[in-house]
């Protein structure tokens, strides 16, 4: 039984208002052909197909036709829904796509049989049972009850989820046991797990107010494919629980990591092999950063490319220049590059921190401590200026949580 790992494809993104179709359609094509390779006898997307809720007419067609182009190839696809994921966008072609070989899994409920998949291998036969977890919203397994503090929340939306895991692994391995299977139980999740590497693009989750989930809450599977994190990396230095990464990447923080897709291998129920793919970059993008000087050096410095290099330069300057912008596009004129990211480095010497030498924090309320130490980070986008909102609200929250806590 081989089945390939993928996750975070974000169908329907736009990039600083570039679209990722071009991109997307190659990574497409260049899987579907690695699924042919490879003999690929199962797909599984560990979330975040889509980059929204509503995405664009052209995603939902790419993610249609690549249902109907791995059907021909006799590969199984197992769909989990995410957080970017809207539930009734993914239910709406759920039944229609379970005819084309296609299991959509959009969120978790208590029909424990609709979350245990039987994979089965080209030859027809079940080479593997699949605990399909797809990104867990706190109502899917919790009650809320008044009067609950942040931190009550917190462990007993942790102690659901893991339970969640522990029952459907339980069964799992009642209906391989029943049928007489020797095929490997196989499980999924879209969350933060403690102490991974996250990037730029990942919109923080925060399950409730569940930061992130122990890996010791993961049943004992003979593989955990997970999603969420884009940066593909081992959890908890485990070589079968990890996140494939997404194909693309979706920040110029990304570029740091080879992107992957995972492909694992069982022998009857034992794991043979665990091979991450590389997959090709489709879109040239760098970075570069520096001094007005050392960015002209860079730029002379660029590899000719056919496609156009998309940039993000970060422009180190001591002074405010009103022209920086005329500047940097004198120096890319004629370049087959696009900069689609331009800022300004600004030291922490600059920015209000910097007090008497005399002030302590004693003397500084926790809001006037998270108001200066924020005021040092650069929020310029849209995106960024939102994530500023929901650090803020969260801090907020947690302060009051402290506070209340404290008069109890």
């Not at 797909?43 to 664009?56: K, L, N």
């Not at 490997?184 to 930061?211: F, Q």
Request: with cysteine; net charge negative.
């Amino acid at each position: 039984m081989r089945i390939l790992h993928t996750s975070d494809w974000h169908l329907g993104q736009s990039f600083f208002t570039k679209s990722r179709k071009n991109e997307h359609q190659a990574f497409i094509l260049w899987l579907l052909e690695l699924v042919e390779s490879e003999e690929i006898d199962a797909v599984i997307i560990a979330g975040d197909v889509f980059d929204t809720g509503t995405p664009p007419s052209y995603a939902r067609e790419m993610y249609n036709q690549f249902v109907v182009d791995l059907n021909t190839l006799g590969c199984t696809l197992v769909v989990l829904g995410g957080n970017h994921d809207s539930v009734s966008t993914l239910n709406e072609s759920k039944q229609l796509l379970s005819c084309l070989n296609t299991y959509v899994v959009s969120n978790s409920s208590e029909n424990l049989d609709e979350q245990l998949i039987q994979l089965k291998s080209t030859e027809g036969e079940i080479g593997a049972l699949l605990c399909a977890v797809p990104f867990i919203r706190a109502r899917d397994v919790l009650q809320s009850y008044a009067g609950d503090s942040g931190s009550d929340k917190q462990k007993k939306l942790g102690e659901a989820i893991k339970e969640h895991y522990r029952n459907l692994h339980q069964h799992a391995e009642s209906y391989r046991a029943v049928n007489k299977l020797e095929v490997p139980i196989v499980a999924t999740g879209h969350l933060t797990a403690l102490g991974v590497t996250k990037a730029e693009s990942e919109r923080d989750i925060y399950i409730g107010t569940l930061e992130g989930f122990a890996a010791d809450g993961f049943p004992p599977a003979d593989y955990i494919a997970l999603g969420h994190i884009h940066r593909p990396q081992l959890v908890a230095k485990k070589e079968h629980i990890r996140y494939s990464g997404s194909p693309i990447a979706l920040s110029f923080d990304e570029l740091k990591s080879q992107k992957q897709v995972v492909i694992v291998e069982f022998e009857g129920s034992s794991t043979k092999s665990i091979t991450p793919i590389d997959v090709p970059v489709f879109q040239p993008m760098r970075v570069l950063k520096g001094s007005l000087e050392e960015i002209d050096a860079q730029l002379k410095a660029l590899p000719e490319t056919e496609q156009s290099q998309w940039l993000s330069i970060v422009v180190r300057v001591q002074d405010f220049l009103s022209d920086l912008q005329q500047r940097v596009q004198a120096m890319t004129e004629g370049m087959n590059v696009e900069v689609i990211q331009l800022q300004r480095e600004r030291g922490v010497q600059n920015h209000s921190m910097n007090r008497e030498q005399n002030e302590t924090l004693s003397e500084l309320s926790a809001f006037e401590v998270f108001d200066r130490r924020l005021a040092i980070e650069l929020f310029e986008s849209d995106d960024e200026k939102e994530r500023q909102k929901r650090i803020t609200q969260t801090f907020h929250e947690i302060v009051h949580d402290v506070e209340v806590g404290g008069e109890e």
